[in-house]
């Protein structure tokens, strides 16, 4: 690979940091190039982009895209596959999947909006992690009961919506 060619692929991969969000990043060394288009094939079934490159590579991309990933600097060791994914959980499940069939790959760190997860032992936390959109739907629902309750209060029995609005309006 030529000087271009890296840069084109630093590029590449800062954008794809940037576009994504999330980004995981696995240790799949010692597997046939078979388990590799496996799970290749898997991870284009779960709209997952998956990347090897060097760490080299690795760390001046996430350089590159101007975000705090310092911490993720000392796992950047060995054979490094990068998952790129728009959902925070897809990678985590696919990897725990695949964990069935072998004991790779292996979580390095995770990287899921601005928050940094390192270590195998993360993956069970990173499955059960909810969406933006779940947290502000729970968020807003939350918001929501008791306004409904106390509608619900003002309508039933005397304590009537319309009796009370023409008790305000009584008064004055």
Known sequence: MNKEEKHDLVLALSEQMK???NFYITDTSDLTVAKINDIRRKCFDSDIKMQVAKNSLIKKAMEAA???YTEIYNVLKGSSSILFSKSATAPAKLIKQLRKGG???ILKAAYIDSAIFIGDNQIDALTKLKSKEQLI???IGLLQSPAKNVVSALQSGKN????????LQERG
Do not use: F, H, R
């Not at 009537?160 to 008790?167: D, H, N, R, S």
């Open 19 to 21: 576009e994504y969000g």
């Open 66 to 68: 101007g975000g705090d």
């Open 103 to 105: 004991d790779k790959p």
């Open 137 to 139: 739907g729970e968020i």
């Open 160 to 167: 009537t919506l319309a009796g009370l609005v023409k008790t």
